[in-house]
């Protein structure tokens, strides 16, 4: 596609359900990244894919939160027993090269909330 | 800990003017990005400096790089209602790991 793609946009999940969130990146992007934005506040990485690499999960807050990205293409974001502290926008990015240098894309994120 | 901090946190301006936004940083970059984001959804990518540039244009956008001092900062000239939005610059590390991003910038112009 023309932009990367964040379905859904906007979820409500009861305390204590999984869910799933999906992110489509451009087209040949090879760098992927997932960040959470809590409402009024700044970007906080939480995992980064790079080609074949092995990602980089250091931002993952804790063990309830799990990514994968499947054939170097969609990325999906699954949290785990969801808590009231997880509601936030995700946000989802990919760029042509590691360092970015083209820019990253965001999609227009997915609003979680959980009630 | 957090690479980049905006400052300042808020900003009003009238329309017409120019709004300048500063960008601190801690460790050795490739380069710096600044993004706007509007309603709290999806950045959009505003400019990149490389870290062996110090000045850069785009538009009504002047981006400034000192490696120097580790900062950055935007200057949005001649300002307009539509340029009201959260700013944030972003800064992607020598070693090309992830992408941290600032607090942001909120930036109010009024009509």
């Known amino acids: 596609g023309a932009g990367v793609s964040q379905s859904p946009s906007n979820k409500v999940t009861e305390k204590g359900k999984d869910v799933e969130l999906r992110c489509d990146p451009i087209s040949g992007h090879t760098a992927l990244y997932w960040y959470r934005q809590s409402l009024g506040q700044g970007l906080e990485f939480l995992i980064y894919f790079q080609g074949n690499s092995a990602p980089d999960k250091s931002g993952l807050p804790s063990d309830r939160f799990s990514a994968e990205r499947t054939g170097g293409s969609v990325s999906t974001l699954t949290i785990q027993r969801t808590q009231q502290e997880d509601s936030a926008v995700y946000l989802c990015?990919?760029?042509?090269?590691?360092?970015?240098?083209?820019?990253?894309?965001f999609g227009s994120g997915t609003r979680l909330t959980v009630v | 800990s957090q690479q980049g901090e905006e400052d300042p946190q808020a900003l009003s301006i009238q329309e017409g003017e120019n709004a300048t936004m500063n960008c601190s940083y801690k460790?050795?970059?490739?380069?710096l990005q600044w993004y706007r984001q509007n309603s709290g959804r999806g950045l959009v990518h505003l400019i990149l400096i490389r870290s062996n540039e110090r000045e850069k244009h785009s538009g009504r956008l002047r981006v400034t790089l000192d490696t120097s001092k580790k900062s950055s900062s935007l200057l949005i000239t001649a300002s307009r209602a539509a340029d009201t939005a959260s700013y944030f610059c972003a800064t992607v590390a020598t070693s090309y790991d992830k992408v941290i991003f600032g607090p942001g910038t909120s930036l109010s112009v009024i009509p």
């Open positions: 460790t050795s970059i490739n380069n």
């Open positions: 990015a990919s760029s042509l090269s590691q360092g970015g240098v083209g820019g990253y894309t």
